[in-house]
Nanobody, 117 residues
Framework: QVQLVESGGGSVQAGGSVKLSCTASKNIFGSCGVAWFRQVPGNEREFVSKITGGGTTAYADSVRGRFTMSRDSRANTMTLQMNNLKTEDTAVYYC???????????WGQGTQVTVSS
């Protein structure tokens, strides 16, 4: 079983930056697509960004130009650099890996990011 462990969440003022990391317990990032999602209580989990197995990166319109996702397959680590944060970015952020049958095989436990005005 693969475990994903996130770190780096916290509180920041609007306009600030936060960097999230996600580390896998096994070497899967070299072969699998990876992604970040976020969820606000009462809302559905929403897509933030992804890197496909082939290396293509995609972002949600709401974060494009402010967030940057990267993957280090050798270190089994993926990161999400979030700049120019807005209050609406407040959410629990989850990393995910290995898309399969319309969902993702592995999920992190989530890390809270709170942006205050």
């Amino acid at each position: 079983q693969v475990q994903l462990v996130e770190s780096g969440g916290g509180s920041v003022q609007a306009g600030g930056s936060v960097k999230l990391s996600c580390t896998a317990s096994k070497n899967i990032f070299g072969s699998c697509g990876v992604a970040w999602f976020r969820q606000v209580p009462g809302n559905e989990r929403e897509f933030v960004s992804k890197i496909t197995g082939g290396g293509t990166t995609a972002y949600a319109d709401s974060v494009r130009g402010r967030f940057t996702m990267s993957r280090d397959s050798r270190a089994n680590t993926m990161t999400l650099q979030m700049n120019n944060l807005k209050t609406e970015d407040t959410a629990v952020y989850y990393c995910a890996a290995c898309p399969r049958l319309g969902t993702w095989s592995y999920w992190g436990q989530g890390t809270q990011v709170t942006v205050s005005s």
